[in-house]
């Protein structure tokens, strides 16, 4: 692994680090009872992990260039799964992580409050005590917890199917429209503009499907309907399904990449 690989892959897991405990502000809202702020803070999250995500692009694109120009377009296939698989090390690490979020989130709900300046809400991150609350609030999830997993979620198994799919296709969309320009460089353009069709499809699942599920049962936690305990089940439940379409990438990756160059040529 050469060093601009290893950035593209560090900055590949920072992105969906962010994504994967973005959840986590979810449960500090129910936790502090602050639904809005906590909201705020998720829209705050994605908002940085899908903009973050656009630098990616560029990086990928001069890489296929090089190669294009200098050879060892062999190595690309290989290079480009090492990325999404450094996408699913950092979304197990959030799921690990997810009870650390939960408690920096409620202190960061907490901070806010008292200072409604989202500046001050940053620059404390980096202060001795915002450092120090950092370390407080570091723990991994309890054996306990883990066991509750298997009793019931809050949301259905076709809504965690189609979290699996989205993520799936978040995951290839810029990727494989990419490589689809190095399988069809005459039509690289094309290909890299594609991406937004399935990237698209992605974000209606995710906006039309699964994330009304996640609001309409914290609406319920608020009033008391169900359970906090099954709200945290829940959130976990749905990150393990961002996992799992990460891992599921893998196998969409090559033919996604080949039916965005042959339609690449199409259009």
């Excluded at 969906?16 to 998720?42: D, E, H, K, Q």
């Excluded at 799921?95 to 709900?109: E, K, N, S």
């Excluded at 989202?118 to 999830?141: A, D, E, W, Y």
């Excluded at 209606?204 to 009304?212: G, H, N, S, V």
Aim: net charge positive; hydrophobic share 55%.
């Amino acid at each position: 692994m050469d060093s601009k690989l290893l950035v593209i892959c560090l900055l590949t897991a920072g992105i969906n680090l962010i994504g994967a405990l973005a959840y986590a502000a979810r449960i500090a809202g129910v936790r502090t009872g602050r639904i809005a702020m906590s909201f705020a803070l998720f829209n705050i999250l994605v908002l940085v992990s899908r903009t973050a995500n656009g630098f990616l692009g560029p990086f990928l694109a001069k890489r296929i260039e090089n190669r294009l120009a200098n050879g060892g377009g062999d190595a690309l296939l290989g290079d480009f799964r090492m990325v999404l698989a450094s996408a699913s090390v950092a979304v197990f690490a959030g799921i690990l992580l997810v009870p650390t979020g939960q408690r920096l989130f409620a202190d960061a709900i907490g901070y806010f409050q008292r200072t409604r300046s989202t500046g001050k809400l940053l620059l404390h991150t980096v202060t001795p005590g915002g450092l120090s609350t950092i370390r407080q609030s570091l723990t991994m999830p309890k054996l306990s917890n883990l066991k509750t997993l298997a009793s019931m979620q809050g949301v259905g198994w076709g809504v965690l199917l189609a979290n699996v799919l989205a993520q799936a296709l978040l995951s290839v969309g810029v990727l494989a429209s990419l490589y689809a320009g190095y399988l069809n460089p005459e039509f690289r353009v094309t290909a890299s503009q594609l991406s937004a069709i399935i990237n698209g499809v992605a974000t209606i699942l995710l906006f039309a499907l699964i994330d009304p599920q996640i609001s309409v049962l914290t609406d319920d936690v608020v009033e008391g309907r169900v359970d906090a305990g099954l709200f945290r089940r829940t959130i976990v439940w749905v990150s393990i399904s961002r996992l799992v379409g990460t891992l599921l990438a893998q196998a969409f990756f090559l033919p996604s990449a080949m039916a965005i160059a042959w339609v690449a040529a199409r259009v």
